[in-house]
Structures are given as structure tokens and as C-alpha cells.
């Protein structure tokens, strides 16, 4: 049939049957698009995440380690998230500012898909500007990174979409934002503005300042690329300019103030992963792993309060270093300080060695073997000999026993079934009292008063009272030589113990942790101090006299020595063949302890204990003291 005859014929027909016909073609089309449409819907939405999960999701936290402030990070024990949740209140408005200019300038105008900013992306896509702005709202971001997949499929993207309505429908702008600044990743398995903060600047997202923050909202289009430890700092130096460019645009700052931030120099910490007090801080990550699992610690956002006065640490760090280093003119290579509360037994400051960042392997040894130096082993909890530094307690034991200070000893030659120990300036003085005789840590009465006043088991009993744990083997074992140090001990609990002086006899284990806190806010570890007394305070304040006496001390250390500083009370120790010295030292409201030596038994150059130690321990007490 000819088309002419086709259309004379269509013109033959009624029009109300014309009509008729129309009209049923587009109920069919409507009723089968619908169909289509609504099985679209169906296939593309099974198995969806209910947007109201964003609410109930269980963020992976890490477990944040902190001084005794509360203030000072030590360390952050992450999984493979760094995270910290913050909420948008803790959010500086400037950071949130940065990030919607860079991301999405229309954000509090759209209701979740912004079609002037996805045609505005190709636009600047086909001018080459494509790391400038993307089409993506934030909503589409968070839906993305937090429900779907990275693949670049239609499926995905109308999931995308539909999920980003309805996100949008039940929760507000701010809620959406907050959402996002927790979730969205930075890069070195940092998620979250806070755990970026942390991991770029060392500091809290609260406390950016405008061009950092503008550095943060710059990294999220590209975080590998954008890292601020990668090859590309000029561009993300760029980026950070148009961020602020950005917030000029939007009024967010002014055209001069853009500029001043344009010009502030950048600041980046000088590591990804933030360690301080090295050695006490990984014997609490220990602890928590041991309690706690490393699972759980990874993931469940503890804050740990620790007992570590990070201004005192900090000094005691510096001295350490800088007299570790004058100290090898004595072949002695490492040293290590706690500094304690006797009154509570907190650790104000540890530190193991002259420096846990140095190279681990000096001069080609062996660790574990050879090395007179090891920066990694913490020193302070290690067993050594005390030398004449363990004194005190078998002269406190004789005083439980009844004698005095002014109890009678004579210094002469003395012979135990073949143990004849010598003075250290291999001199007798005669009959003498016991607060000359400890005063100048004379090696003969020492003997005397653990052979004649009191005996190896009791003052082995005395010591362990006092918080000395490691003395286990029997009272044989150690025999007489125990007074001269010869049983090994930890630096850590010999400062401890020196606190039952410094407390009138009362006795508290060394606390690292105050509380630990979940992430809920519910504390669920936390110090509670129980002090035990153990001595006499009569006797406690006797023992104190004694060792800040300066004149029964100045016969042997003369009266201008590193010991004498007024109102503290001091001991040395130095062990034979010069393998230890020490310096344990306190008032009543500090105990430091100082061992000087090398890791590996080496003997020092003939340095006792006040050569080698008691310098560094006098220059921490003395801070100590101006400035607290």
C-alpha cells in the first residue's frame, strides 16, 4: 500500500477514535515505563544499607596514649584506621569552611545532587582543571566511601544516587557534614579530620590553623598523590592556595586575609606515627596488649591516662642525652633515669637509655651480645647490681633490730670465712658511728652491720618490703656480699623503694596508668593508691637525716661534691670492677634514680657512681626543684 493511501486513509478515521488511540499508546508507555522504572528500582536497591546506619555504625578508633594531663599524646595504637571521632562542635568552623569550598561550595543549598556543580565539572574537566573541583556533592562522597564500591558503573551510580536522597531526607546538613569529616580518608590509613590533624600536624583538628586546614581539605580529592610525604608537595602547595582562593570566593575569608594565609609557612611533623618517652610508653602498650587484646586496643577508641609528666620527661631526656655523651670519655656508654612520687609511687619520668632514636647498631656489635650501647632495651627495668646503693635497707633493718645512729662500729680488717671486703680508698677509720660509717658508704662496717646487727634473710625480707621483687634465690646465695650489692635489682624499684624514706616509711608500687576510659566515657581502669607501711617513721626520717648529711658524708665526698644539695638526701653506688655506678636521690616529694654503665658488662674507666651518675641525677633534681 503507497504511503498516500496510508495517511488519505489515518485522515478518513474519526477524531474522538484518533484520540482514543493516542491516549492508550501513552498509558502503555507511562504503565511500562513504571514497570521498568520500578524494577530498576528494585534490582539496583537489593541488598541497600539503610542510610540510618551511618548513626549505628561502630567506627574503628584507635587507643590514644597520654601524659598524666591529658594533653600530651605519647602514642596512638592504630589498626588499619587511624581514627578519632570528633563532632562537628569540636570542629573549628574554618577547617569545615575549607573543606565545602574545595568540595562542595553548594552543600547547604542542594538537597543532595548538585547538577550546576556536575555540569561546572565537565566543563572544567574539558579545560584541563579536573583536580580543581569534582561533581560529587559531599553527600555522594560519604555514601560512596562509607556503602559502595569503587567501581565506575552505571549500577553503582544510580545506587549512588538514590542513597544520597534518601541520606539526605532523613538526616540534617550538619549531621550529613559530621558524618563526613569522620569517615572520609586522608591517606597513611588516617580517617577522619581528627586522626588527619593528628597524623600531618601532630595536634587536635581543634587546634588548626586556617592554611592548615585549607592543607587538610586540599588532601581529601586525592589523598595518595596529595600526601604531604610524597613527590608532589608543590601541588598540594598549589591546591591549598586555591582552597583558599575558594573561601575568598565564598566569603568565607576575605581577599587579604586569603592572601596573609596564602604566605604562613607549613609545618608538617616530622613523622607519621607519633612515639614520646619511648621506653616507658611501649611497657604500657605492652600491658594493654597483655590485658586488653591487640585487637582491642586497635579498634575500641581507649584513652589511657598515664603518670608521665611530659615537661619533667622532656628535661630528663635532654640530660640524659648530653651527659650519656660526656660519660664515654669513662667508657661508659648508656645511662637511665626514673624519676618517681614517693608519696603515691606514680613514674614521673623513665628513660632507659641515652637515646632510643639512635642508631641501633653502634660500631658493628651484636645486640643482645656485645653492644655497650643498645637504644631499644629499657636499662631502668633490666636487672643490675646496686652496689652500695642497697645499703640503706640492711641499715634501716638494723635499726628495726634496735641500734641507732649513733650505735658504735669499728672499721678495721675484717675476714668472714675468707670474704675480707676492702673500703673504697682501701683505709680503716677505727671505731666510728653508723651515720658516719653510711654517710661515706664505708664498705667495712656495711659488712659488719649485716653480719653482726642484722643478717642476709632479714634484710632481704627488709628490701622486698620495701618493693625490691628480684632478690628470689635463697639467703645463701647472696650471702654478705648482698650489702655491697650483690644481688641484681631494677633501676625502676630501687627508685620506688628509696620511697619509703621519702614517705616516713610508707610503701606504693610504681603506677604508670592513672585511668584508662573507653569510648564511651565509662572508666574502666583506675589507680587506686594503697600505701603500706613498712617501716618505722622514726627510723624513715633517721635514714633521711643520714643521707642528706653533708657533713658526715664531706670525710670521703668532701663538702663541695654533686651530692650536697640542701634538704636531699643522696646514695651512690658503684659496682666492682666499675660495671655500674650509681645515684638515687629524693626529697619528700621526688625520688630520682640514675645508672650509668654499658649494656654489656664492660667495665668503666674507674668512674664510680658519682662520676657517672650523680651529675645527671643533680641536674634533673635540681630543675625539679626551680620549677616545681
Avoid at 500500500?1 to 477514535?17: A, G, N, Q
Avoid at 546506619?53 to 599524646?73: A, H, Q, W
Avoid at 549512588?160 to 550529613?176: A, G, N, Q
Amino acid at each position: 500500500m503507497k504511503i498516500k493511501e496510508i495517511y488519505r486513509k489515518i485522515l478518513s478515521k474519526k477524531p474522538k477514535r484518533i484520540l482514543n488511540n493516542v491516549v492508550n499508546v501513552v498509558l502503555v508507555l507511562f504503565l511500562g515505563g513504571t514497570i521498568l522504572s520500578l524494577s530498576l528500582f528494585l534490582y539496583y536497591t537489593k541488598d541497600f544499607p539503610r542510610p540510618d546506619s551511618l548513626s549505628e555504625r561502630s567506627f574503628v578508633e584507635p587507643t590514644r596514649i597520654y601524659d598524666r594531663t591529658g594533653e600530651v599524646i605519647l602514642y596512638t595504637v592504630y589498626g588499619e584506621e587511624k581514627r578519632d571521632i570528633v563532632s562537628l562542635d569540636n570542629i573549628p568552623d574554618h577547617l569545615v569552611h575549607a573543606v565545602i569550598s574545595v568540595e562542595d561550595g553548594n552543600f547547604y543549598n542542594h538537597f543532595g545532587l548538585d547538577f550546576k556543580g556536575i555540569a561546572r565539572s565537565v566543563l572544567e574537566n574539558l579545560r584541563g582543571w579536573s583536580r580543581s573541583q569534582g561533581g560529587s556533592t559531599i553527600s555522594q562522597q560519604l555514601i560512596r566511601n562509607t556503602f559502595l564500591t569503587g567501581d565506575k558503573t552505571i549500577s553503582r551510580k544510580v545506587r549512588e544516587v538514590i542513597l544520597t536522597l534518601e541520606l539526605e531526607r532523613r538526616y540534617s546538613k550538619d549531621e550529613i557534614m559530621e558524618f563526613y569529616l569522620n569517615q572520609i580518608p586522608f591517606g597513611r590509613n588516617a580517617y577522619g579530620v581528627e586522626a588527619a590533624a593528628q597524623t600531618f600536624f601532630n595536634k587536635s583538628a581543634s587546634d588548626l590553623e586556617v592554611h592548615e586546614s585549607a592543607i587538610i581539605a586540599s588532601i581529601i580529592r586525592s589523598p595518595s598523590r596529595l600526601s604531604p610525604y610524597g613527590n608532589y608537595t608543590e601541588e598540594l602547595m598549589t591546591r591549598k592556595d586555591y582552597a583558599l582562593d575558594r573561601m575568598a570566593h565564598l566569603g568565607y575569608l576575605s581577599d587579604l586575609e586569603a592572601q596573609e594565609y596564602k604566605e604562613k609557612e607549613i609545618i608538617f611533623s616530622n613523622s607519621a606515627q607519633l612515639l614520646r618517652a619511648p621506653h616507658f610508653t611501649l611497657e604500657i602498650v605492652q600491658y594493654l596488649e597483655g590485658k586488653y587484646g591487640e585487637e582491642y586496643l586497635k579498634t575500641r577508641g581507649l584513652k589511657v591516662y598515664t603518670s608521665i609528666d611530659w615537661e619533667l620527661q622532656q628535661k630528663a631526656e635532654e640530660i640524659v642525652r648530653k651527659n650519656g655523651q660526656s660519660n664515654i670519655r669513662y667508657n661508659a656508654h648508656n645511662l637511665a633515669l626514673v624519676a618517681t612520687n614517693p608519696n603515691n609511687g606514680e613514674i614521673l619520668a623513665m628513660v632507659g637509655s641515652v637515646d632510643y632514636f639512635k642508631d641501633p647498631f653502634p660500631e658493628g656489635c651484636t645486640p643482645g651480645k656485645d653492644c655497650r650501647f643498645e637504644p631499644y632495651p629499657n636499662v631502668a627495668k633490666r636487672l643490675r647490681q646496686p652496689g652500695s646503693a642497697f645499703k640503706p635497707f640492711v641499715y634501716a633493718d638494723a635499726f628495726k633490730k634496735g641500734y641507732t645512729d649513733e650505735t658504735i662500729v669499728v672499721d678495721e680488717p675484717i675476714n668472714y670465712n675468707g670474704y675480707s671486703p676492702k673500703n673504697y680508698d682501701g683505709m680503716y677509720r677505727g671505731p666510728l658511728t653508723l651515720r658516719s660509717a653510711l654517710a661515706q658508704s664505708l664498705n667495712v662496717p656495711a659488712v659488719k652491720v649485716l653480719a653482726e646487727m642484722t643478717s642476709v634473710a632479714d634484710s632481704i625480707k627488709t628490701a622486698s618490703d620495701f618493693g625490691i621483687t628480684t632478690l628470689t634465690r635463697p639467703a645463701s646465695f647472696y650471702g654478705l656480699p648482698l650489702v655491697l650489692g650483690g644481688g641484681e635489682v631494677t633501676l625502676l624499684e630501687m627508685a620506688s623503694s628509696y620511697g619509703v624514706f621519702a614517705s616516713n616509711g610508707y610503701a606504693n608500687s610504681p603506677v604508670s596508668i592513672i585511668k584508662i576510659i573507653d569510648s564511651s566515657g565509662k572508666v574502666i581502669e583506675e589507680r587506686n593508691s594503697s600505701p603500706k607501711r613498712v617501716l618505722d617513721s622514726n627510723i624513715a626520717k633517721t635514714m633521711t637525716s643520714i643521707l642528706s648529711d653533708n657533713d658526715a658524708r664531706a670525710p670521703m665526698f668532701g663538702y663541695n661534691s654533686t651530692l650536697n644539695v640542701p634538704g636531699v638526701s643522696v646514695k651512690t653506688g658503684t659496682t666492682q670492677n666499675y660495671k655500674d655506678g650509681w645515684a638515687i636521690g629524693y626529697n619528700n616529694s621526688i625520688v630520682i634514680g640514675v645508672w650509668a654503665g654499658n649494656n654489656d658488662n664492660t667495665s668503666m674507666i674507674s668512674a664510680p657512681g658519682i662520676l657517672v651518675a650523680a651529675p645527671t641525677w643533680r641536674e634533673l633534681l635540681e630543675y625539679y626543684i626551680s620549677n616545681y
